[in-house]
């Protein structure tokens, strides 16, 4: 493990002038991006909507993390923009059963990867049917809808029940990844680690990507 982990910047925020110098700055070091989408019900706070993004810029893949109590309110949208991956919740209040085969078919026929987040409280087990059919699981494991919050390292016990039910997919983190865990997280059997404040909150993001990745690849303790 370590080094077939990716390091993947998150976007969050509801200032346009930010997302627009992030979106624009972050594809400049990394070459996957994650840009959190929330709604204000799902979460206490909203960020910008996916509908006020124009596009995405090329070369780059982009995951959207679609923090959402209505998921297919912004089907058109996801579709528009064409990401590689669009996470949904397992815990949104619309029910997902109604509508997930036929989104997954949606997104295929678009060519877009379909994750399921879990919230800490959350058991794999309790939404195992669609973590078979998807391509990725992220473990959210921080502050819903804010960066900067304290890890819940617990949460890396999903990773072998996640695992258990499907081998090959894809397992992501994100919730309070820094350089004081990600070598722990790294080691983990996790695929992908998302990045919040320890790399866009700093004076030098992309230094900060760069010394994420070295540390990410570092073997034993000290």
Same mark, same amino acid.
């Not at 624009?24 to 994650?34: D, E, G, L, M």
């Not at 923009?81 to 815990?91: G, R, V």
């Not at 350089?179 to 680690?193: G, S």
């Given at each position: 493990?370590?080094?077939?982990?990716?390091?993947?910047?998150?976007?969050?925020?509801?200032?346009?002038?930010?997302? !627009?110098?992030?979106?624009?700055?972050?594809?400049?070091?990394?070459?996957?991006?994650?840009?959190?989408?929330?709604?204000? !019900?799902? #979460?206490?706070?909203?960020?910008?909507?996916?509908? !006020?993004? &124009? /596009?995405?810029?090329?070369?780059?893949? *982009?995951?959207?993390?679609?923090?959402?109590?209505? %998921?297919?309110?912004?089907?058109?949208?996801?579709?528009?923009?064409?990401?590689?991956?669009?996470?949904?919740?397992?815990?949104?209040?619309?029910?997902?059963?109604? *509508?997930?085969?036929?989104?997954?078919?949606?997104?295929?026929? &678009?060519?877009?990867?379909?994750?399921?987040?879990?919230?800490?409280?959350?058991?794999?087990?309790?939404?195992?049917?669609?973590?078979?059919?998807?391509?990725?699981?992220?473990?959210?494991?921080? /502050?819903?809808?804010?960066?900067?919050?304290?890890?819940?390292?617990?949460?890396?016990?999903?990773?072998?029940?996640?695992?258990?039910?499907?081998?090959?997919?894809?397992?992501?983190?994100?919730?309070?990844?820094?350089? #004081?865990?990600?070598?722990?997280?790294?080691?983990?059997?996790?695929?992908?680690?998302?990045?919040?404040?320890?790399? /866009?909150?700093?004076?030098? %993001?992309?230094?900060?990507?760069?010394?994420?990745? +070295? +540390?990410?690849?570092?073997?034993?303790?000290?």
């Amino acid at each position: 493990m370590g080094e077939d982990v990716y390091i993947v910047p998150t976007i969050l925020t509801d200032d346009p002038q930010v997302f !627009t110098a992030q979106l624009q700055s972050f594809p400049q070091f990394a070459k996957r991006i994650q840009i959190d989408l929330m709604d204000g !019900t799902f #979460t206490a706070n909203k960020s910008l909507s996916e509908a !006020t993004i &124009a /596009s995405l810029p090329q070369g780059v893949a *982009f995951d959207l993390h679609l923090m959402s109590a209505r %998921p297919s309110d912004h089907l058109s949208h996801i579709l528009r923009l064409k990401p590689s991956l669009c996470i949904l919740h397992a815990e949104a209040n619309e029910n997902l059963q109604t *509508f997930f085969n036929e989104l997954i078919n949606e997104f295929k026929k &678009a060519g877009i990867k379909t994750g399921l987040a879990l919230l800490p409280g959350t058991f794999p087990g309790l939404v195992e049917n669609y973590i078979e059919t998807v391509d990725h699981v992220l473990i959210f494991a921080g /502050s819903l809808g804010k960066q900067g919050g304290q890890a819940d390292l617990l949460q890396m016990e999903k990773i072998k029940l996640i695992r258990e039910i499907n081998p090959a997919v894809e397992i992501g983190w994100d919730g309070g990844a820094n350089l #004081t865990n990600v070598r722990a997280l790294a080691h983990a059997d996790l695929n992908v680690i998302n990045v919040g404040s320890a790399i /866009s909150k700093t004076q030098d %993001p992309a230094s900060s990507y760069h010394q994420l990745i +070295e +540390e990410s690849k570092k073997r034993g303790v000290i």
